[in-house]
T-cell receptor, first 114, second 111 residues
Framework: AQSVTQPDIHITVSEGASLELRCNYSYGATPYLFWYVQSPGQGLQLLLKYFSGDTLVQGIKGFEAEFKRSQSSFNLRKPSVHWSDAAEYFCAVAPMEYGNKLVFGAGTILRVKS | EPEVTQTPSHQVTQMGQEVILRCVPISNHLYFYWYRQILGQKVEFLVSFYNNEISEKSEIFDDQFSVERPDGSNFTLKIRSTKLEDSAMYFC?????????FGPGTRLTVL
């Protein structure tokens, strides 16, 4: 069965510091990979996605993620965190076919200290 | 920019009552989904819908749940007899290809 692991439940970083959120997945083949962000009481906003091609993908709000097939990982990074980045971040996977369900990780809550 | 909309934003109901959660997917999308998120937990898949029928459903999606696309624009989730444990945020999503677009969610509170 597909699964997604986000090993860090909470992360606290200082404003201006770099950020890396970890995501590992278990799936028989390379899936579609996604990162979503959720602010308190809000819906899910797509930050970025990997379907194929360049393994370093750029997203919105200055985020990027790198797909590493050998490690089954899709870690999210940002070089300089802003206070407005405080939110919960979810990694998700789906099989490489249209119309398939997303399987989400448990999420990582990011706190930003000034 | 087109977006998925959901109504109501918050629904409070008594245990045993029926609720219908409504969604308007993005107009040219073909695939529709419902997910739920119990407070403090991860987002869980409930059901996917394509070509006017359910394409996949999770073990959560038992006989108390049903989905419908009553017209060309709405997509609904019905819970026939709500239980306390149905209290959650329910998200609708739609997709044309691989990327799913989520609505803002309906918070369902069962008392």
């Amino acid at each position: 069965a597909q699964s997604v692991t986000q090993p860090d439940i909470h992360i606290t970083v200082s404003e201006g510091a770099s950020l890396e959120l970890r995501c590992n997945y278990s799936y028989g083949a390379t899936p579609y990979l996604f990162w979503y962000v959720q602010s308190p009481g809000q819906g899910l906003q797509l930050l970025l996605k990997y379907f194929s091609g360049d393994t370093l993908v750029q997203g919105i709000k200055g985020f990027e993620a790198e797909f590493k097939r050998s490690q089954s990982s899709f870690n999210l990074r940002k070089p300089s965190v802003h206070w407005s980045d405080a939110a919960e971040y979810f990694c998700a996977v789906a099989p490489m076919e249209y119309g398939n369900k997303l399987v989400f990780g448990a999420g990582t809550i990011l706190r930003v200290k000034s | 920019e087109p977006e998925v909309t959901q109504t109501p934003s918050h629904q409070v109901t008594q245990m045993g009552q029926e609720v219908i959660l409504r969604c308007v997917p993005i107009s040219n999308h073909l695939y529709f989904y419902w997910y739920r998120q119990i407070l403090g937990q991860k987002v869980e898949f409930l059901v996917s819908f394509y070509n006017n029928e359910i394409s996949e459903k999770s073990e959560i999606f038992d006989d108390q749940f049903s989905v419908e696309r009553p017209d060309g624009s709405n997509f609904t989730l019905k819970i026939r007899s709500t239980k306390l444990e149905d209290s959650a945020m329910y998200f609708c999503a739609s997709s044309e290809f691989g990327e799913q677009f989520f609505g803002p969610g309906t918070r369902l509170t069962v008392l």
